[in-house]
């Protein structure tokens, strides 16, 4: 939802989305930029606080706003590598403060991650599903991000996890136990959400630059950041290296992988990932829906097992006796 619509709504209904940003914005503010001590230098510079104040302003009065509603930035911070903006939204003898962000290259402002370069916006972005199975319309929630398994499949697993989070990684055998019991069953679709700090940023970027030019190599970078993780041979302090050097023995174009890389092109996407979680109600990571059913944490293998047979319409019976134990992990990382 815009953070004002242009709609026929008077202002009291205009303030109270505004008010609503501060739900949503609770994880985004963790987003993309959260560690701005450990930014290289390539990646995108701040504006000047005054250069966004300005376009920000603007941008809203002219795009966002009801008839008769007014919007004017009253302050403005640099807070966890975003700029926090205080704006006053004043109608008829009404006025009130909401609290929104921007990010500090001037760019893109939350929580609709709406880029203010681009062309203006006619409708507002959709991340609450629509209801079909369990109240979510999995096909839609899916969309185009990374996918394993046939697109008609009966049962769709989406995953929202970080590649640092340690509970996350260690559900990836699971993940491939499910993939592999269920080769034409299950489509499985990954999507990010940021939990943790120290590279957390930069394996989302690079994950989806793989994407952004073969989906093979997508899933070589989800399972090598993942390994990396338990291992511990992925850190900070290597993090550019190892996904460079990976680009290059997938025989990817590393001039382009470099450029999306060191730009953050894939902010905006990595950005909507984490918003749509956050309006499903979703804080922690790993997190799975199953055809509309969530479960939370590093669950065993039986947990996925029993959801996917009921979808399949069968009989599960006692799963204690058919299938092998799997403790799990059980822990989750929660967004701050």
């Known amino acids: ?24 914005l609770g994880g985004i503010i963790g987003f993309l930029y959260s560690n701005t001590t450990e930014r ?33 930035i009253e302050s403005i911070t640099e807070k966890s590598g975003l700029y926090e903006l205080e704006i006053r939204l004043t109608g008829g003898a009404e006025s009130q403060v909401v609290t929104t962000y921007v990010s500090n290259d001037g760019k893109l402002f939350f929580p609709d991650v709406i880029d203010m370069t681009g062309p203006i916006p006619t409708s507002p972005p959709t991340t609450q599903p629509s209801s079909t199975e369990g109240g ?16 008609d499949a009966p049962v769709t697993i989406i995953e929202y996890g970080d590649f640092s989070c340690g509970p ?10 499910v993939l592999e019991n269920y080769p034409t069953q299950v489509r499985f679709v990954y999507k990010n959400l940021q939990t943790m700090g120290g590279w957390s ?14 989906t093979d190599a997508f899933w070589n970078f989800h399972d090598n950041l993942f390994h990396g993780r338990m291992q511990g041979t992925v850190t900070t302090a290597n993090i550019d290296s190892q996904v460079l050097k990976w680009a290059e023995e997938m025989e990817l ?35 799975f829906i199953i055809n509309g059913r969530m479960i939370s944490g590093g669950q065993p293998y039986e947990a996925f097992w029993q959801i996917i047979e009921t979808e399949l319409g069968r009989d599960v019976g006692d799963i204690t006796a058919q299938i092998p134990p799997d403790q799990g992990t059980g822990g989750t990382c929660e967004t701050q």
């Open 40 to 72: 290289e230098q390539s990646f995108p510079s701040a504006l000047e606080a005054d250069q966004v104040r300005v376009t920000a302003e603007a941008y809203i009065n002219q795009n966002m706003l009801n008839p008769g509603t007014s919007a004017s």
């Open 201 to 214: 940023t930069k394996g989302m970027v690079a994950a989806e630059c793989a994407y952004s030019q073969d």
């Open 1 to 24: 939802m815009f953070l004002l619509e242009k709609a026929e709504h008077d202002i009291t209904k205009t303030l109270m989305v505004g008010l609503a940003i501060g739900l949503i």
């Open 253 to 287: 174009d590393t001039g382009a992988f470099k450029s999306c890389y060191e730009n953050q092109e894939p902010a905006q996407e990595i950005a909507g990932d984490i918003a749509e979680a956050r309006s499903l109600g979703i804080s922690g990571t790993p997190t």
């Open 136 to 151: 979510i319309d999995m096909k839609a929630l899916a969309g185009d991000d990374p996918s394993r398994g046939p697109a």
């Open 168 to 177: 996350t990684a260690q559900a990836l055998h699971t993940v491939e136990k």
